[in-house]
């Protein structure tokens, strides 16, 4: 073994031995997590769109089992009764498919290499579905279990004894290359699947087994044609196969590389290498997120409640994913999926930043501000080597949604204090996407753009979900607004200083709602307030009504004062559950959860109208924002296979469970508030990256108290609706007194309540 590598086992000794030292004082929270959480879904109704991840957190490659045919979205669903493989996976939306796969599965009497007919019925009762291990026994008595790392993973398979034991590589759907090490007990190759990837895209693989080969060859799985004793293979779906002495347990290191094969095995060495047994890797893997969990440790609550947190928790540490990898000197670098080349530094990928802007990248700045640091810039390489700025990364640019909410990160990373990158960099990266129509989707760049600028909105039906884009495009303007009014760049701050008020030219007061609206200036006739798509994205009427994030107030005096808005925001719940399907021209899945809740028209299983709850902190009633977040909480999450009101969509829904937990939300990413919910728990300590602590101590709280009667702040009075990311940062107490009735004279002062652009001329 040379230098480097020994140094590189010595580092990684001394880690996983911190992690154990540290671990062993911290609670066992893991034990709470349910990776399955949510995986009941289907293109119907989803319960999360989720898959069974086994992963560390961020990690460059996840791992799980695989129901679905390849090449399915829908990798793995709770109903479904058999696997077909245990697949490396990367997907953050079941909509958009999955790249750079392959799969493993261990086969046990006749060799059998096609997905379908290779596939072993399974029971859940016989699962165990964990962050840090995964393990079932299939119904042939074949036992797998995985444990990961970032760039790997370590399997064991069991196979009943004196039976036939095989394990299968499946190259999945697009072009594959496999070669085959039998003296080295080894297989190397690479896949290239996935949408819109760089020709020279590659996902380089290296699998060490720790058993001799009986036999083996290669296959391919269109016509799953087998050469046996063939070594090498390359093509469309080309696989693998070993055979091992009957009986056999065999493990199986794996790790992968977009870099390049040799950067593979350093990988594997690397990660896996100082693990003999997949026992030592899992207790690795266990100690990681442990201590990854105990950021925020929680009293108090159910163990269901405990459980439900804790497994939304994690599912909002697995994006952005990481996308670099470490070079023999210990630096990171990257293949770029934007350029195809190879540069230095950070890159993160797979999240679509409709979703995410609102809670998944809030909560990764107030818990990881370095790895939020480095995000951030990383938005600015990539503007550079595509020339755009990225909206929906999987893992280049997609350009799927609507907004350009990568301003949104940048302008909330510079409020808060994160300074990684060059603000007038940023600044000329944004107007240049708001100023043209990039190739890739309505995401890429701005749709309507011209007609924004000139009109003041997006005309319908010029342009799909005109409105919907108007408001988020308006929004946007705000975060570039406000990046240039803190780096004084009086140019652009006077730029977007009109447009981030272009919300009120889609307000109709006589109808009072936001409205499609035509070139010429008119409404856009045949107007239902329940009517789905068409000027709106995903929703209707009544969800973007509420979709003005930086200027509540100036919605609030645009529908005729407070009594009115907190009026209309009561009717979105008393309202009938119904639909009209509109552009849509059937049931999407949305709608179906929409109805399922039973909340009239709230929709929180899409983004839209998520932060509406906490709207009437803005308009002298917080109490309601109170109760309303509560009810949420416990109606529509919960630890199980149905646990989410809809799409999971790459950690913002599990974010807005976590927040709200804590008892507040991001409702404007780019300020620096949080406004104030309840939270769940009695007693909540967050663990700060820069070792101070923020504790929030609820006294009396129970499912029944969730009004908050007064609080204090570092042991003075409070009375305002949200707290300043500083205050947190800074570590202290926020002292809640619970009770079950409303304290209806509390933060109900113009100073308590959160910030408004309307409030601050």
Same mark, same amino acid.
């Given at each position: 073994?040379?230098?480097?590598?020994?140094?590189?086992?010595?580092?990684?000794?001394?880690?996983?031995?911190?992690?154990?030292?540290?671990?062993?004082?911290?609670?066992?929270?893991?034990?709470?997590?349910?990776?399955?959480?949510?995986?009941?879904?289907?293109?119907?109704?989803?319960?999360?769109?989720?898959?069974?991840?086994?992963?560390?957190?961020?990690?460059?490659?996840?791992?799980?089992?695989?129901?679905?045919?390849?090449?399915?979205?829908?990798?793995?669903?709770?109903?479904?009764?058999?696997?077909?493989?245990?697949?490396?996976?990367?997907?953050?939306?079941?909509?958009?498919?999955?790249?750079?796969?392959?799969?493993?599965?261990?086969?046990?009497?006749?060799?059998?290499?096609?997905?379908?007919?290779?596939?072993?019925?399974?029971?859940?009762?016989?699962?165990?579905?964990?962050?840090?291990?995964?393990?079932?026994?299939?119904?042939?008595?074949?036992?797998?279990?995985?444990?990961?790392?970032?760039?790997?993973?370590?399997?064991?398979?069991?196979?009943?004894?004196?039976?036939?034991?095989?394990?299968?590589?499946?190259?999945?759907?697009?072009?594959?290359?496999?070669?085959?090490?039998?003296?080295?007990?080894?297989?190397?190759?690479?896949?290239?699947?996935?949408?819109?990837?760089?020709?020279?895209?590659?996902?380089?693989?290296?699998?060490?087994?720790?058993?001799?080969?009986?036999?083996?060859?290669?296959?391919?799985?269109?016509?799953?044609?087998?050469?046996?004793?063939?070594?090498?293979?390359?093509?469309?779906?080309?696989?693998?196969?070993?055979?091992?002495?009957?009986?056999?347990?065999?493990?199986?290191?794996?790790?992968?590389?977009?870099?390049?094969?040799?950067?593979?095995?350093?990988?594997?060495?690397?990660?896996?290498?100082?693990?003999?047994?997949?026992?030592?890797?899992?207790?690795?893997?266990?100690?990681?997120?442990?201590?990854?969990?105990?950021?925020?440790?929680?009293?108090?609550?159910?163990?269901?409640?405990?459980?439900?947190?804790?497994?939304?928790?994690?599912?909002?540490?697995?994006?952005?994913?990481?996308?670099?990898?470490?070079?023999?000197?210990?630096?990171?670098?990257?293949?770029?999926?934007?350029?195809?080349?190879?540069?230095?530094?950070?890159?993160?990928?797979?999240?679509?930043?409709?979703?995410?802007?609102?809670?998944?990248?809030?909560?990764?700045?107030?818990?990881?501000?370095?790895?939020?640091?480095?995000?951030?810039?990383?938005?600015?390489?990539?503007?550079?080597?595509?020339?755009?700025?990225?909206?929906?990364?999987?893992?280049?640019?997609?350009?799927?949604?609507?907004?350009?909410?990568?301003?949104?990160?940048?302008?909330?990373?510079?409020?808060?204090?994160?300074?990684?990158?060059?603000?007038?960099?940023?600044?000329?990266?944004?107007?240049?996407?708001?100023?043209?129509?990039?190739?890739?989707?309505?995401?890429?760049?701005?749709?309507?753009?011209?007609?924004?600028?000139?009109?003041?909105?997006?005309?319908?039906?010029?342009?799909?979900?005109?409105?919907?884009?108007?408001?988020?495009?308006?929004?946007?303007?705000?975060?570039?607004?406000?990046?240039?009014?803190?780096?004084?760049?009086?140019?652009?701050?006077?730029?977007?200083?009109?447009?981030?008020?272009?919300?009120?030219?889609?307000?109709?007061?006589?109808?009072?709602?936001?409205?499609?609206?035509?070139?010429?200036?008119?409404?856009?006739?045949?107007?239902?307030?329940?009517?789905?798509?068409?000027?709106?994205?995903?929703?209707?009427?009544?969800?973007?009504?509420?979709?003005?994030?930086?200027?509540?107030?100036?919605?609030?005096?645009?529908?005729?004062? !407070? /009594? &009115?808005?907190?009026?209309?925001?009561?009717?979105?719940?008393?309202? %009938?559950? @119904? *639909?009209?399907?509109?552009?849509?021209?059937?049931?999407?899945?949305?709608?179906?959860?929409?109805?399922?809740?039973?909340?009239?028209?709230?929709?929180?299983?899409?983004?839209?109208?998520?932060?509406?709850?906490?709207?009437?902190?803005?308009?002298?009633?917080?109490?309601?924002?109170?109760?309303?977040?509560?009810?949420?909480?416990?109606?529509?999450?919960?630890?199980?296979?149905?646990?989410?009101?809809?799409?999971?969509?790459?950690?913002?829904?599990?974010?807005?469970?976590?927040?709200?937990?804590?008892?507040?939300?991001?409702?404007?990413?780019?300020?620096?508030?949080?406004?104030?919910?309840?939270?769940?728990?009695?007693?909540?300590?967050?663990?700060? !990256? /820069? &070792?101070?602590?923020?504790?929030?101590?609820?006294?009396?709280?129970? %499912?029944? @108290? *969730?009004?908050?009667?007064?609080?204090?702040?570092?042991?003075?009075?409070?009375?305002?609706?949200?707290?300043?990311?500083?205050?947190?940062?800074?570590?202290?107490?926020?002292?809640?007194?619970?009770?079950?009735?409303?304290?209806?004279?509390?933060?109900?002062?113009?100073?308590?309540?959160?910030?408004?652009?309307?409030?601050?001329?």
């Amino acid at each position: 073994m040379n230098t480097l590598l020994k140094k590189h086992f010595l580092i990684l000794y001394l880690i996983f031995n911190s992690y154990s030292l540290s671990a062993a004082k911290l609670p066992d929270l893991v034990h709470y997590v349910n990776t399955l959480q949510g995986t009941n879904s289907k293109h119907e109704l989803t319960r999360g769109n989720t898959y069974p991840t086994t992963a560390l957190p961020f990690a460059m490659h996840t791992w799980t089992p695989q129901t679905g045919r390849n090449g399915d979205g829908w990798k793995y669903q709770f109903f479904a009764d058999s696997i077909r493989g245990f697949q490396q996976a990367h997907q953050c939306s079941s909509w958009t498919n999955d790249y750079a796969v392959f799969s493993l599965m261990p086969v046990t009497g006749q060799l059998t290499v096609s997905q379908f007919k290779r596939a072993a019925t399974f029971n859940h009762q016989n699962e165990i579905a964990k962050p840090h291990y995964y393990k079932v026994t299939l119904d042939n008595k074949i036992t797998t279990e995985l444990a990961p790392t970032e760039r790997g993973v370590h399997a064991r398979f069991s196979f009943p004894r004196s039976k036939a034991s095989y394990v299968v590589l499946d190259g999945y759907t697009g072009a594959s290359s496999i070669t085959i090490f039998p003296k080295e007990r080894k297989i190397v190759g690479y896949v290239h699947n996935g949408r819109g990837l760089q020709k020279n895209f590659k996902n380089f693989f290296v699998i060490i087994f720790d058993k001799p080969f009986v036999a083996q060859g290669t296959w391919e799985n269109r016509q799953n044609a087998i050469l046996p004793g063939n070594l090498t293979a390359q093509g469309t779906g080309m696989g693998a196969y070993i055979q091992f002495k009957a009986g056999e347990s065999v493990q199986a290191k794996v790790a992968s590389s977009y870099i390049s094969p040799e950067q593979a095995e350093l990988n594997l060495q690397q990660e896996l290498g100082a693990f003999k047994r997949l026992e030592d890797t899992k207790a690795a893997a266990a100690k990681i997120w442990n201590k990854h969990l105990n950021r925020i440790y929680v009293e108090g609550g159910t163990e269901a409640e405990k459980a439900t947190f804790y497994s939304c928790f994690f599912r909002a540490s697995l994006f952005s994913r990481q996308f670099f990898e470490i070079d023999p000197a210990g630096k990171p670098y990257y293949f770029s999926p934007y350029d195809g080349q190879i540069h230095q530094g950070y890159l993160y990928t797979d999240t679509g930043f409709w979703d995410t802007f609102r809670a998944q990248f809030p909560l990764n700045t107030l818990l990881h501000p370095t790895m939020q640091g480095r995000y951030v810039s990383a938005l600015l390489d990539a503007q550079e080597q595509c020339g755009w700025l990225p909206s929906w990364s999987f893992p280049g640019e997609a350009g799927s949604m609507i907004g350009n909410h990568a301003i949104s990160l940048l302008a909330d990373a510079w409020v808060k204090g994160i300074r990684t990158f060059d603000p007038q960099k940023a600044l000329a990266a944004y107007l240049h996407e708001v100023t043209n129509k990039g190739p890739w989707g309505p995401a890429n760049g701005r749709e309507g753009w011209k007609e924004y600028f000139t009109l003041g909105f997006v005309p319908y039906p010029n342009y799909r979900e005109a409105t919907a884009k108007t408001l988020e495009y308006a929004y946007d303007d705000f975060c570039g607004y406000q990046l240039a009014k803190l780096t004084q760049n009086s140019f652009y701050e006077q730029l977007f200083a009109k447009q981030m008020y272009n919300y009120r030219h889609v307000y109709d007061a006589a109808r009072g709602f936001m409205r499609g609206r035509r070139s010429d200036g008119t409404w856009v006739p045949n107007f239902d307030p329940i009517e789905w798509g068409g000027p709106f994205t995903e929703g209707n009427a009544w969800h973007y009504q509420w979709s003005v994030f930086q200027d509540v107030q100036g919605l609030i005096n645009l529908m005729g004062g !407070e /009594n &009115n808005f907190t009026a209309k925001l009561d009717s979105v719940l008393t309202q %009938p559950n @119904k *639909v009209k399907v509109g552009t849509y021209g059937g049931m999407i899945h949305e709608m179906t959860e929409m109805v399922m809740a039973d909340m009239g028209q709230y929709a929180h299983g899409n983004q839209p109208i998520q932060h509406m709850p906490y709207l009437y902190n803005y308009a002298g009633q917080p109490w309601k924002s109170q109760k309303l977040t509560r009810t949420i909480m416990s109606k529509l999450y919960n630890a199980t296979e149905n646990g989410y009101p809809g799409d999971e969509d790459q950690g913002q829904t599990s974010s807005w469970y976590v927040l709200s937990a804590l008892g507040f939300y991001s409702v404007c990413p780019g300020t620096d508030e949080y406004v104030l919910g309840s939270p769940v728990f009695q007693k909540i300590v967050i663990t700060l !990256e /820069n &070792n101070k602590q923020f504790t929030i101590v609820a006294r009396n709280n129970s %499912p029944e @108290k *969730v009004y908050i009667q007064a609080a204090s702040l570092n042991g003075k009075p409070y009375t305002a609706n949200f707290i300043r990311h500083q205050d947190i940062i800074n570590g202290g107490t926020l002292h809640l007194e619970m009770g079950n009735a409303p304290a209806v004279n509390r933060g109900t002062q113009p100073q308590d309540k959160p910030f408004s652009l309307s409030s601050t001329k």
